[in-house]
């Protein structure tokens, strides 16, 4: 049986919920609504969804009419809320995986502790360029791995996570020949450092399931936040991207990720616009693609009961585009556009 998987950051979705909502809050939730069931996905990686579980059911039941349901770590007897500190999650933004209901008893969530246990270390030491004296950093959001049995022995692993945003609040200074420099550029360079140390985390945690079973189906999916200033200080100062720390080295093919847009029509090929005070370019010209997501290759190879063929990944424009039809910012579903991949029955 196909499947369809989701990843959508839904901004602000924890005001959605409730019966004492204004005009303008229900008018949202009903375009999120119709934007979800346009879409159809099997399976929804919700970014900035609602903190903690009894806000998560209510947002599946106010909002979806209980058409998803959220997996959670509650186990029988307890009650919603016992397990929320298990989810290793700081902020009001959380991730959270909505399935279908006929798919509910084929999955799990998994506890951030067995991913710490896999890679050994629950923080890492971070040394800002060859500073002998070390930081330390972690997961503020920790990734939400999602499992789902496929029958036969075989499952499906899909990693969401929201990487911590890189949003750099000090005045931009340069010097006379432009280049950005003091105080913004010294913040700006060791968040992306972060964001960076963070995707090789996650690539530690797969590199553990390849050493573990010898054809894992794995996905990736999420706001990877490296958008504002793409490319400026990875080019100029640390010579290597956050997308290439997920993807993996080319050398270990059979561990490199693929991405579900590459064959995805390049003008297309984004999901969202930020003004870019860095690259001094107003938002209606900076199309960015945030949202990601990635395969293993025994997804691609044939090797499992689901394949991913050509052309399956999308930017879900038009979903997006009739949900917001007519909306006036304060009405408009988010500032991220979702983004899908549709697996087939392998032959």
């Known amino acids: ?7 959508w950051n839904v901004e602000n979705s924890a005001s959605l919920i409730g019966d004492d909502l204004d005009e303008i ?16 996905p099997d399976i929804l990686c ?10 998560i059911v209510s947002f599946t039941h106010d909002v979806l009419d209980d058409e998803w349901v959220p997996i959670l770590l509650q186990e029988d007897g307890e009650a919603l809320g016992d397990k929320d500190g298990d989810y290793d999650t700081s902020g009001k933004q959380w991730i959270w995986f909505l399935v279908k209901p006929h798919l509910a008893a084929s999955c799990r969530v998994q506890a951030p502790s067995v991913w710490k246990s896999f890679v050994g270390h629950s923080r890492w030491r971070v040394h800002y360029w060859g500073n002998l004296e070390p930081t330390w ?23 969401g996570q929201h990487m911590k945003s890189k949003i750099n609040r000090n005045p931009i200074t340069r010097d006379d020949d432009g280049n950005i420099i003091g105080v913004y550029l010294d913040t700006a360079l060791k968040a992306r450092i972060k964001l960076a140390t963070e995707a090789r985390n996650i690539r530690a945690y797969i590199d553990a399931r390849f050493d573990q ?17 793409q490319d400026y200080f ?4 640390m010579f290597f991207d956050l997308i290439s720390n997920l993807q993996g080295q080319i050398m270990n093919a059979e561990r490199f990720f693929n991405h579900a847009l590459f ?44 394949v991913v063929e050509g052309g399956a990944g999308l930017v879900e424009h038009q ?19 979702p983004v899908s991949l549709v697996l087939s029955d392998t032959p």
Do not use: C
Not at 25 to 40: L, Y
Not at 324 to 333: E, Y
């Open 1 to 7: 049986m196909p499947l369809k998987v989701t990843s």
């Open 25 to 40: 809050k229900k008018d949202r939730r009903r375009r999120v609504a119709r934007t979800i069931r346009d879409i159809d």
């Open 46 to 55: 919700m970014l900035e969804a609602p903190k903690g579980e009894a806000d």
């Open 137 to 159: 950093h972690d997961h503020y959001r920790h990734p939400q791995v999602l499992i789902l049995d496929l029958g036969g022995g075989h499952e499906l692993e899909i990693i």
């Open 213 to 229: 079973i010898p054809k894992p189906g794995i996905l990736i999916m999420g706001d990877a936040n490296d958008g504002i200033g």
């Open 234 to 237: 990875e080019r100029k100062y």
């Open 263 to 306: 064959d995805f029509p390049e003008d297309l090929r984004w999901s969202a616009k930020y003004r870019d005070p860095v690259l001094e370019i107003p938002a209606s010209q900076n199309p960015l693609l945030i949202d990601h997501i990635l395969m293993s290759q025994p997804l691609v190879t044939g090797d499992l009961p689901l």
């Open 319 to 337: 979903a997006f585009e009739r949900g917001n039809a007519g909306a006036s910012a304060k009405r408009k579903t988010s500032d991220h556009r």
